[in-house]
């Protein structure tokens, strides 16, 4: 068992988990969504995205393609929550909350993609 191989699919897979803790509940619902949550899943896709920069293969181009848009529209969702609560002073509205969520649910299925393409790259090379 190569140590390398369960740290890189470990943060993979733990991107996707923690993007899909943060998107279910109310999509309008601020109780829903706790900021730290969000935050946890920047952090580890942001490693994971970092992890899979030495990938030379196309797949391992598609998976940092997957985590660079992750991690854009993870990001572009914690501006919007520091906009609204800091900047505009809005607060966590029903219609700022469903944008977040959409943002990170648009994230998550780039983490779907790349925990997909990890399987499929997994079981290429049992073969």
Same mark, same amino acid.
């Given at each position: 068992?190569?140590?390398?191989? !369960?740290?890189?699919?470990?943060?993979?897979?733990?991107?996707?988990?923690?993007?899909? %803790? +943060?998107?279910?509940?109310?999509?309008?619902?601020?109780?829903?969504?706790?900021?730290?949550?969000? +935050?946890?899943?920047?952090?580890?896709?942001?490693?994971?995205? !970092?992890?899979?920069?030495?990938?030379? =293969?196309?797949?391992? @181009?598609?998976?940092?393609? =997957? #985590?660079?848009?992750?991690?854009?529209?993870?990001?572009?969702? @914690?501006?919007?929550? %520091?906009?609204?609560?800091?900047? =505009?002073?809005?607060?966590?509205?029903?219609?700022?909350?469903? #944008?977040?969520?959409?943002?990170?649910?648009?994230?998550?299925?780039?983490?779907?993609? =790349?925990?997909?393409?990890? !399987?499929?790259?997994?079981?290429?090379?049992?073969?």
């Amino acid at each position: 068992m190569n140590p390398a191989k !369960v740290a890189f699919g470990f943060f993979i897979v733990l991107a996707m988990t923690l993007n899909f %803790g +943060f998107f279910i509940g109310d999509i309008d619902n601020p109780d829903h969504h706790h900021v730290y949550e969000l +935050f946890a899943a920047i952090v580890v896709n942001l490693i994971a995205t !970092v992890l899979k920069l030495g990938e030379r =293969s196309h797949i391992g @181009a598609t998976l940092l393609a =997957s #985590s660079l848009v992750a991690d854009l529209q993870l990001v572009a969702g @914690a501006v919007i929550w %520091g906009i609204a609560e800091h900047v =505009s002073g809005i607060g966590l509205t029903p219609g700022v909350t469903a #944008s977040i969520v959409s943002l990170a649910g648009g994230a998550m299925l780039a983490n779907i993609v =790349s925990v997909v393409l990890l !399987v499929i790259d997994t079981v290429m090379l049992n073969r």
